[in-house]
């Protein structure tokens, strides 16, 4: 007779509990984005986080009936709307005299690039 191996016996692996599965989850998650935050400057990152974050808190304040106003939801025009209401009138700078606000050149390009980039990494 051949030489016999006994096999162990078939283990069926533990389910985690839905905590552990959440918690094993965000870890990866934020794992997967490290490359991402330091493929950047820190103050590029952070700048980013604040414009999204802003975002999201203008979108949650919004009561608009029929209409969910969430980040995963927001259309093109919300956008637009938060640009003008709010993002321009609280970080303009100084225009031509006191009684006039407007931002810096670049200033709207790049909060619109740190909300692509925000958009892009949330996909």
């Known amino acids: 007779m051949p030489n016999c191996v006994a096999l162990p016996p078939t283990q069926h692996p533990v389910q985690p509990s839905q905590q552990a599965a959440s918690n094993h989850y965000t870890a990866g998650l934020q794992t997967a984005a490290t490359p991402q935050q330091k493929a950047v400057k820190a103050s590029t990152h ?4 604040a414009v999204v974050t802003e975002l999201k808190s203008w979108l949650q304040q919004l009561n608009m ?3 969910s106003m969430q980040i995963w939801t927001v259309m093109p025009e ?4 938060f640009l ?3 993002w321009l009138p609280n970080h303009a700078g100084s225009g031509t005299s006191s009684a006039e ?3 810096a050149p670049n200033s709207l390009a790049t ?3 740190h909300l692509s980039k925000g ?3 949330m996909s």
């Open 46 to 49: 952070k700048a980013r986080h």
């Open 84 to 86: 003008v209401q709010q």
């Open 65 to 67: 009936p029929n209409k």
């Open 111 to 113: 909060v619109k690039s």
């Open 78 to 81: 919300d956008i637009l709307v």
């Open 101 to 103: 606000l407007i931002a």
């Open 119 to 121: 958009f892009e990494l």
